[in-house]
């Protein structure tokens, strides 16, 4: 149980396009989500918590109109890049609790398995 | 600030052999710890979680350790395997129900 689903997998655009990236709850309700930036031999670093029904939360530095998040139903998150540009090239991974809309603080984080966008 | 340190990037043992990750914290007083596994381009898998009034915990091959004076948790992988190669990652509870995260070890087992 408690399987995230993240789509594409990969994907490479042009400088000043935009990229969606979809993450799916497959078979649980998640109200809450997270967005991941990893670059190479880094940390997973917070990039926003996606909330379903109401507008995402964005950590400090982080362009939320650059990195539009929707979270229109219980079991989808989107994040669009919006005019990419090369440093925008990373590893984005989203993620839910796997309880779903109560939130156990000490249960497991189940992640997406990312997506890599490369920005030319 | 707070900060989470694993103390190598890059680790290389033989198999068969115990592999040790540290992961130190500072400016923290979390409930628990949990470490996760992170293979090449792929999303973390969950692997342990500790509470702060647990010392140890197992999970087969795994032990993972807490100390809350020293502000540090000891991950052991016992009779490693080259199965076991990954980046091994451990993480904080935030505020806010957000887990933050060390930057990682990579562990390579030779066969």
């Known amino acids: 149980g408690a399987v995230v689903s993240q789509h594409p997998s990969w994907v490479i655009c042009k400088s000043g396009t935009s990229v969606k990236i979809e993450c799916r709850s497959l078979?649980?309700?998640?109200?809450?989500m997270f967005w991941y930036r990893q670059f190479p031999k880094q940390s997973l670093m917070l990039m926003a918590t996606?909330?379903?029904?109401?507008?995402?939360?964005?950590e400090q530095g982080v362009e939320k109109d650059k990195f539009l998040i929707n979270h229109a139903s219980l079991t989808l998150s989107t994040l669009t890049v919006t005019s990419a540009h090369p440093e925008d090239s990373s590893f984005y991974i989203c993620?839910?609790?796997?309880?779903?809309?109560?939130?156990?603080?000490?249960?497991?984080?189940?992640f997406g398995n990312g997506t890599r966008l490369t920005v030319t | 600030s707070q900060k989470i340190e694993q103390n190598s990037e890059a680790l290389n043992i033989q198999e068969g052999k115990t592999a040790t990750l540290t992961c130190n914290y500072t400016?923290?007083?979390?409930?628990?710890l949990q470490w996760y596994r992170q293979d090449p381009g792929r999303g973390p898998v969950f692997l342990l979680l500790?509470?702060?009034?647990?010392k140890e915990k197992r999970k087969e091959r795994l032990k993972v350790t807490f100390d809350t004076t020293l502000k540090q948790s000891l991950f052991h992988i016992t009779a490693s395997q080259p199965a076991d190669s990954a980046t091994y990652l451990c993480a904080l509870l935030i505020n806010d129900y957000k887990l933050s995260f060390g930057a990682g070890t990579t562990v390579t087992v030779r066969a």
């Open positions: 996606s909330n379903e029904g109401s507008k995402a939360t964005y």
């Open positions: 993620s839910a609790w796997g309880t779903g809309q109560r939130i156990i603080l000490n249960s497991p984080l189940h």
């Open positions: 400016n923290y007083s979390p409930a628990y």
């Open positions: 500790i509470r702060e009034n647990e």
């Open positions: 078979d649980f309700q998640a109200t809450t």
